[in-house]
């Protein structure tokens, strides 16, 4: 079966590094996203991507935050300078159809900020 | 705006008893309607969904009828298994192009042999 997977699955960085979370979303899928889960709390979605140009962002995804494609397979997250409060779980999700097609979501990569 | 309100856990109970999970939802329109679970150490995972109401969504013996009239998505299992010990999460995506998902908080269910 399909399946969404993401690398790594747990990332220990210092505050005020670069991280880059990678996405290998199912091959057919056109619509991509980011959500993150911080612990004890709610799913939050940070970005939409189709085309390859973001479709919508929340006001999470600040300018630390960015997304991209670069090869057609990956899709990535990159925070630009980690703080304490991005640690968190970050899922990767991506569907084949705008309206009603299943959201497919990773096992997700957990990021411990220090 | 859009908004999912889930009980609070968590849930404990024995092997074989009835699991009620309560949902519901604000939205304006339509939305479609999702279970998600969260096994202990591994990712998301849909459950099941229903697009319009009255439909009844159904997997792992596991059901949730989309309520217009009271705007509910309940998720209930006759007899749950210690394997059903996760997170469930209630989620709801608005009508239209690439609409994003709005999540519940999730309730933590742990079953005990």
């Known amino acids: 079966e399909p399946e969404v997977t993401q690398t790594p699955s747990h990332q220990v960085t210092q505050m005020g590094q670069e991280v880059i979370l990678r996405c290998v979303p199912i091959?057919?899928?056109?619509?991509f996203y980011w959500y993150r889960q911080i612990l004890g709390q709610k799913v939050e979605f940070l970005v939409s991507f189709y085309n390859n140009e973001i479709s919508e962002k929340s006001e999470i995804f600040d300018d630390q935050f960015s997304v991209e494609r670069p090869d057609g397979s990956n899709f990535t997250l990159k925070i630009r300078s980690t703080k304490l409060e991005d640690s968190a779980m970050y899922f990767c999700?991506?569907?084949?159809?705008?309206?009603?097609?299943?959201?497919?979501f990773g096992e997700g990569s957990r990021l411990t900020v220090l | 705006g859009n908004s999912v309100t889930q009980m609070e856990g968590p849930v404990t109970l024995s092997e074989e008893a009835f699991l009620t999970i309560n949902c519901t939802y604000t939205a304006t329109g339509y939305p479609s309607l999702f279970w998600y679970v969260q096994y202990p150490g591994e990712g998301l995972q849909l459950l099941l969904k229903?697009?319009?109401a009255d439909d009844k969504g159904s997997n792992k013996g596991f059901e949730a009828t989309y309520r217009k009239e009271t705007t509910s998505f309940h998720l209930e299992k006759g007899s749950v298994q210690v394997s059903d010990s996760a997170v469930y999460f209630c989620a709801s995506k608005g009508a239209g192009n690439n609409r994003k998902l709005i999540w519940g908080l999730g309730t933590s269910l742990a079953v005990n042999p």
């Open positions: 229903a697009t319009k």
């Open positions: 091959s057919n899928h056109l619509y």
């Open positions: 999700a991506s569907k084949e159809t705008a309206n009603t097609g299943e959201l497919f």
